[in-house]
């Protein structure tokens, strides 16, 4: 039969708010914010099925069931402390956890992730993908890339970059509906959807009263779309930094000359207060801002 454990970084958050008696103070020792820390803790009462804490303002004090509970934790945690490990002494690598949407890990990061490697040999990458607007939390990892629209309350937010969205097809679909000269031409032609690059603001842009379609393919993700774009299912919207390789290759083509800024969405670095403190953490975040922000893409 398998054992059900409590997960360990809520019994570390669990004996820090004990031991100073705030989860403010204790939160800034683990280097994660506030609402995080209070999560760990909702999340080991709800295994223990017990409240562990009775809160008062700023303060808190264990309860008796806590109280208890804290023996038992200390114990484990000191076990583990305690338990030889033969290589122990060997300093262990920095070790960089990042997050990134599927699309910027293709385009931009894998290819130019050697930049930083080379420069800091020893400091080991590992690499996440979440799904751009859906993804809200920033879960265990040290640095996220978020698509969106830069509201992320007590995270430390910087944006990377925008870039306009333009139509983008291929010669083959293009030559198979008889061609497309002018924006309105587009209502003979399938509009391939996704919830990260929305039309009718588009639409607006090049001068048509048109609503958001809501049919056809609905793709929600920017790699994807464009790759359905490159087997001619349709058009769809896209940005340059994403779609230059396969325009230089002439297997899709862009449309018109209406190219819309959408400040409100855009790619940006966020991570939690006290991440800089970490030499190689800082040192990536430092790379991306310069590698990736708005002044050097172009």
């Known amino acids: 039969m398998a054992i059900r454990l409590p997960p360990v970084h ?7 708010a004990a031991r100073h008696g705030s989860f403010a103070v204790a939160a800034e ?9 209070s999560h760990r803790i909702r999340l080991l009462e709800e295994f223990v099925g017990e409240r562990l804490f ?5 303060s808190v004090s264990l309860t ?3 109280r208890r509970y804290l023996e038992v ?11 030889p490990l033969p290589h122990r002494h060997t300093p262990s ?6 997050t990134v949407p599927p ?25 996440f993908l979440s799904v751009p607007l859906y993804d809200m939390s920033l879960s265990e990892t040290d640095i996220e890339v978020r698509f969106g629209v830069g509201n992320y309350p007590d995270l430390i937010t910087e944006k990377l970059f925008e870039e306009p969205v333009f139509p983008v097809v291929s010669p083959d679909y293009l030559k198979r509906i008889g061609g497309l000269d002018k924006p309105a031409d587009l209502k003979k032609a399938t509009l391939l959807r996704s919830a990260l690059e929305p039309w009718q603001p588009w639409f607006l842009a090049a001068g048509l009263d048109w609503p958001e379609p809501s049919m056809d393919l609905r793709i929600d993700d920017l790699g994807l779309l464009l790759e359905a774009v490159r087997h001619g299912y349709g058009v769809a919207l896209t940005r340059r930094h994403f779609a230059s390789q396969m325009i230089e290759k002439g297997e899709i083509v862009p449309l018109f000359d209406v190219a819309l800024a959408t400040p409100q969405h855009a790619y940006y670095l966020v991570y939690e207060r006290g991440v800089r403190e970490r030499p190689e953490v800082d040192a990536m975040l430092n ?12």
Not at 10 to 16: D, M
């Open 10 to 16: 809520a019994l570390s958050a669990f004996e820090a």
């Open 29 to 37: 020792e683990l280097c994660i914010t506030p609402s995080a820390f």
């Open 54 to 58: 009775l809160r008062d303002g700023r």
């Open 64 to 66: 008796e069931f806590g």
């Open 73 to 83: 934790v200390r114990d484990a945690l000191r076990s583990l402390a305690d338990f």
């Open 93 to 98: 690598q920095p070790r960089i956890k990042i």
């Open 103 to 127: 699309t910027f890990a293709r385009y931009l990061f894998l290819p130019n992730i050697t930049e930083f490697t080379d420069a800091h040999p020893d400091v080991t990458i590992e690499t």
């Open 287 to 298: 790379w991306m801002m310069a590698r990736f922000n708005t002044q050097r893409l172009s």
